[in-house]
């Protein structure tokens, strides 16, 4: 890396400038995402498997219906009061311009008479049936919309008992976006302020976490004219860019008030810091984005968008960091600690310090009591099944998710993920074979060459699963199994055949990245195996809490086969961040004392406390987007809100300091320097990543 000296004093001196090109860029970059947003895609189907050649074998065939109305009325769907009612239903939402409710008719054949019941499927006992869906359109949203409201229009006096639900992703209620960032952003500023004791200094950060997620999500957004993006990656770009945009910012802004009463002007105090602070930000950022472009192993196809969205958030929080809080801090000088509290504290905690000495004096007892407590809670991960959540997994104010109950009800629980068969010939003998397969409720031909298989189970279970390669496997050759549920199975067993091969990878490039820096094969080592030990218990918890509905959430099921990658490589990251800023510390105190237990000591309680309410803040931000209606979202913000608290505690307070002192010497040891030689300095060529940073 090189040197952060003259950057940090060019903005430092020209602040002004800075700052006036980082409102062009903020603006460029809005004006940019609104006059030409990149399209987003929900098409996780896997290229080459065999639910996607399925799927291509149906593009000149008339199109899925993108949603269903789904009724249901205790005296019968095809009573005429309730049939009349629900006609009336469907005219109103068929209102809609480019909206069509309705069965269409067979080809050949007359539209059915208003009398006749408007259904497409009704169940054995009569109660519930369902009639497709199908909007077109540009403005597909906004007519969404208007759907939506002519559905939820109020019924005339003396309408029947009946029960209207919609199916489909798109009619998903999921919560608004604002809210959620705003719980984590307030969370952020509380912890801030009982940090820093200065309103001013507990802007700063907040300005530059918000100023990084406003410029990486419009830059998302134009990027995704180039790279197909999911339509949850602003999410994770928000997520991510808030929680380490604020802690980054949190670093520097520490320093700078520290290096104010050591520096002779405000100029050389923004050199320190960000020769310090800011070497660290740029390390813990470029770290975090190598990580995270682990989740490339899914392919570019279904891991390009993801990575893309971490990497944007990442990257631009880093850069207003390194840029322009340095030109703001230039600019504040000492009115940085203006509109302070009183009983502003200092960063080195002589509670962290006796703890450090307590952890020491009984190593092998507190490593041990720290291992087996990471260890419990990883134990669930060991049941980690990877699938795909649908609208069971919804909250029951859902209309989709009440439509999924009256499906599961009406028509069986595999009703509301039907597998698909498909063949480039008629399938003539394949149907009754297919309907004689254990597993199979009903088998319905739609066309000579396309049947509709219902599974006795839901798109969720095992045993679902287990019938997809079934019918694989029994029905001959042309015949190819597809749909939703399919395709699924083919994405999560695809993404854990894939985990082992991204875990390495992200192993070696993090080992590769920290030898240079602390000049010890040790230290590195043990960084990536307690890292390991925090992601194994948030693995753990997340099972426990989604996979076992330990809570009762009444939404348990299969982790969503992307989330255990991106969780895996984002936490990794994120954790090693922790680490090098510990260790970075603890490093410096042993090169200068040449005393192992006095450098832990040392390093625990100059870093304690800064890092303690980075992680705190970086927990509230995850936290909240755990409340999210998207479960994927909510699994991801849980799961990173678990590693996070787990290892700013059990790992960072226990199991390193104890580790360490067992280690003793050999912490620093590296071929051909001698034990401890190593730590004196970083070898030529290499840069030394400092913890002055939270000193």
Known sequence: MTSLNSPARFCARHGWLVLLAWLALAAALVVGAARAPGATTEDFALPGSESRRAADLLGDRPAEPQGRLVVSAPAGVRAPEVRWAVTALIARMNTVPGVTVAVPPAEGSRPRPSREAPYEQVSADGTVATVPIRHTGEESAARLKELRDAFRAPTAPGTPVLTAELSGDDFADFAPGGLIEGV???????????????????????????????????????????????????????????????????LVVTRFRASLGE???????????????????LFAGITVIITGAGILFLGPSLGGG????????????????????????????????????????????????????????????????????????????????????????RPVSDTTRRAHELLAGGFGPGAAGPLVLVSAEPLGRAVAQAASTPGVAGVTALDERTALVVPETGPQEEATTGLVHALRAGLPAPVLVTGATAAGVDFAEHSFDRLPWMVGAVLLASFALLVPVFRSLVVPLKAIAVNLLSIGASYGAVVAIFQWDVLGLGAGGPVDAWVPMMLFVITFGL??????????????????????????????????????????????????????????????????????????????????????????DRNWWFPGTGGGRAAGGPGRGATMVTGEQVG
């Open 263 to 281: 520096c002779r002007t405000v100029e050389d105090a923004v050199v320190r810091a960000m020769t310090t602070a800011g070497r660290s930000v």
């Open 575 to 664: 954790t090693m961040d922790y680490e090098v800023f510990l260790l970075s510390r603890i490093q410096e105190e042993y090169a200068r004392t040449r005393d192992n237990s006095r450098a832990v000591t040392e390093g625990l309680a100059a870093t304690a406390r800064v890092i303690t309410a980075a992680a705190a803040i970086m927990f509230c931000v995850f936290a909240a987007f755990g409340t999210f209606d998207d479960r994927p979202l909510r699994i991801l913000g849980v799961g990173l809100a678990a590693a996070v608290l787990i290892d700013a505690t059990v790992v960072r307070l226990v199991l390193v300091p104890s580790a360490m002192e067992l280690l003793g």
């Open 306 to 393: 993801i990575a893309l969205a971490a990497g944007c958030g990442v990257l631009m929080v880093m850069l207003t960091a390194l840029t322009l809080l340095p030109a703001l801090l230039g600019l504040l000088g000492t009115r940085v600690d203006r509109l302070s509290l009183p009983h502003r504290g200092g960063t080195t905690g002589p509670l962290a310090r006796r703890w450090s000495r307590a952890v020491q004096r009984r190593p092998l007892v507190a490593g041990a009591l720290a291992l087996g407590l990471l260890l419990g809670l990883a134990l669930p991960a060991a049941s980690l099944r990877f699938g795909w959540s649908d609208a069971g997994n």
């Open 184 to 250: 984590g952003l307030l969370a952020a500023a509380v912890i801030l302020l009982l940090a820093f004791r200065s309103l001013i200094a507990t802007a700063l950060p907040l300005l530059m976490g918000v100023t990084g997620v406003i410029c990486a999500v419009s830059l998302l957004s134009l990027l995704g004219n180039v790279v197909p993006t999911p339509g949850f990656a602003v999410y994770v770009t928000v997520m991510l860019g808030l929680g380490v945009g604020i802690d980054y910012a949190l």
